[in-house]
Nanobody, 116 residues
């Protein structure tokens, strides 16, 4: 059973930065899992923000390219999302997602609010 816990969300002014963390636990091989960050803005559907494969290959949604960076530390069983140049439209609940073959798990989410 993979358990994911996000942290690092909060209130930030436009142009600011935040780093989200996703700590994984449970009896599994973290390094084998692809890790992703999704977000769900108020009143909208959940959308993919970025993902990183087990080999470290990254992929980003167009609306965060050049501003967000996904990374992982397999020794710490943790994935990260560095968010720079934040905009009000980045306001959302951010979720961590882990997947390996047919096994997958979601975190509980962390709120990010970008406002002056």
């Amino acid at each position: 059973q993979v358990q994911l816990v996000e942290s690092g969300g909060g209130l930030v002014q436009p142009g600011g930065s935040l780093r989200l963390s996703c700590a994984a636990s449970g009896g599994f091989t973290f390094s084998a899992y692809a890790m992703s960050w999704y977000r769900q803005p108020p009143g909208k559907e959940r959308e993919l923000v970025a993902n990183i494969t087990r080999f470290g290959v990254t992929n980003y949604a167009d609306f965060v390219k050049g501003r967000f960076t996904i990374s992982r530390d397999n020794a710490k069983k943790t994935a990260y999302l560095q968010m720079n140049s934040l905009k009000p439209e980045d306001t959302a609940v951010y979720y961590c997602y882990a997947r390996f073959l047919t096994m997958h798990s979601w975190g509980q989410g962390t709120q990010v609010t970008v406002s002056s």
